[in-house]
């Protein structure tokens, strides 16, 4: 039996018929008719609407949660969907059985948490040919994973160059770009995007990641915006921004309390290249989670001026 949920005042009940779901996605639907305020990404005071919608990255402040209790604490803190980062506790792996895939798909759709995204730690930049095919397959494998439980995309990585070996920087970023090129053909099969974390202390640079971007020249490999001091750096948020706009398509927000990153602008900026997608936290963890991502809501929706 699966387990399902709702949402009534805050509080939210496991084990709900699955043939009185459509009523709780109605409830879900319209949250504010439950409760006023603690709709989902909905109206403010000032009568503005949202065109951002809000996750949770598991990485850190929900690493020890299980499946159950992801989708539970999302609900009370009203948070949208998720990105299952990879060894965590949920334990959403390659290793699970088509059962058990099966058993994770189902307690998504039977709730109304959308599972957005697995976060793996695929990487390309290796100058060892066995270590990047290594990384190009388990990528494949973690694809397929996705599709079985209903995930949209996988997230991957950059993670350095290899220019303390003498390889010249183009090189690797055509490396990266090439191995990009053949997981999103790939992917396509199975319905499922690439999504390519802008990190890594020397590829965290916008300009080397719309480099990858165009090496990689696959209409399935995205652009996941990271929100990183480097940001600032090439020219500044706006013309990095720029480069890469037309590619993005997932979002981590680190601290929203960080005052040197400019979020109002972040936001706007977002907004008015059409982004209607997923900004997820990927935050501390923390001894009070549920109070944090709580205030970290109300801040993400302060900053867009819609409360």
């Not at 730690?121 to 100058?127: A, G, K, P, R």
């Amino acid at each position: 039996m699966f387990v399902s949920y709702k949402l009534e005042g805050n509080v939210v009940l496991k084990n709900f018929s699955r043939r009185t779901f459509l009523k709780t996605a109605l409830l879900s639907a319209s949250a504010g008719a439950l409760n006023p305020a603690c709709s989902k990404m909905d109206k403010g005071a000032s009568g503005n609407k949202s065109e951002l919608h809000l996750g949770i990255v598991t990485y850190n402040i929900a690493k020890d949660w299980d499946i159950d209790t992801i989708i539970k604490n999302c609900i009370v803190t009203k948070y949208e969907g998720v990105e299952l980062r990879t060894t965590h506790a949920h334990k959403v792996e390659v290793d699970l059985t088509p059962e058990q895939r099966t058993e994770v798909k189902k307690k998504f759709e039977d709730s109304p948490i959308k599972l957005l995204s697995l976060g793996s730690t695929f990487e390309y930049h290796s100058d060892d040919p066995e270590v990047l095919r290594k990384n190009i397959e388990g990528t494949k494998e973690y694809i397929i994973l996705a599709r079985d439980v209903g995930a949209k995309g996988v997230k991957v990585r950059p993670n350095g160059l290899m220019t303390n070996k003498g390889i010249p920087e183009e090189k690797t970023l055509e490396q990266i770009g090439k191995s990009l090129k053949e997981v999103g053909e790939f992917a396509k099969g199975y319905g499922v995007d690439i999504r390519l974390e802008v990190h890594g202390n020397e590829t965290s640079r916008v300009p080397r990641i719309k480099k990858i971007i165009d090496f990689a020249d696959c209409d399935n490999v995205f652009v996941n915006w990271n929100c990183n001091p480097t940001d600032l750096e090439d020219g500044g948020i706006e013309s990095n921004f720029n480069l890469v706009k037309s590619k993005i398509n997932f979002v981590h927000l680190h601290e929203l309390t960080d005052e040197k990153y400019p979020f109002r602008k972040f936001f706007r900026m977002l907004v008015d290249s059409g982004y209607k997608g997923y900004c997820c936290a990927e935050i501390a963890e923390s001894t009070d989670p549920i109070r944090v991502l709580t205030y970290f809501r109300a801040l993400f929706l302060a900053y867009q001026n819609i409360i």
